[in-house]
């Protein structure tokens, strides 16, 4: 397959940060003295945007509430929160692996940029990376922006682009863009929810993901 460009989405996808998210999301929770989701609901909105994220976490709260929550949990996520995140094993090589093979590599995430830029930095894999857009810098997914942005940024066509990621909002954005879409299920949705939106393939494990790029990608 001839593609140039590779589109990763960061959390359940290169890095394993779901019990961080969930643990900053229930401490923003009880830090405005309301009940936190549990584990199985909070988990449901990673991907997203932040404040579409809350909004569906918190529909009844107001704009005021959920922007203090918002707040709340960008404060126990950059340096409140003890619980760690870490990159899949494997994901380093994977990534400069690809880096040396000439291809582009590029990052959307539902992340803030400040966040992004903070896990680009403590995993040291900022200047692999030719292009990332982040939530809090275009449309949150499912909105194809971010992928629009940029394959234009570095000149791939849609046809040339294919976009990895471990939610359904990440395969429904590259339908939304016209790009093909490979799902990984070691992160937050099950296969069921990523299958029905026809992906080249389902992985179950990360290991997997570098045998398929290896068996399908150009040399």
Known sequence: MSYKLLVFDWDGTLMD???RIVACIQSAFADLG?????REIAR???GLGLEEAMTML??????LQRRELVDRYRFHFLGGQETESHLFP??????????ARGLLLAVATG???RGLESALTSTGLRSHFHATRCADETFSKPHPEMLIQVMAELGADRSETLMIGDTEFDMEM?????VAALAVAYGVHHPERLL???????LKEFQELREWLERNLEP
């Open 17 to 19: 940060s779901e019990a």
């Open 34 to 38: 309301e009940m936190p989701p549990p």
């Open 44 to 46: 449901e909105v990673i």
């Open 90 to 99: 494997g994901a380093r090589e994977l990534v400069q692996d690809l880096n």
């Open 196 to 202: 029905r939106h026809e992906p080249l393939d389902c």
């Open 111 to 113: 992340k803030s940029r």
């Open 174 to 178: 590259a339908r939304n863009a016209g």
């Open 58 to 63: 918190w529909p009844d709260g107001s704009v």
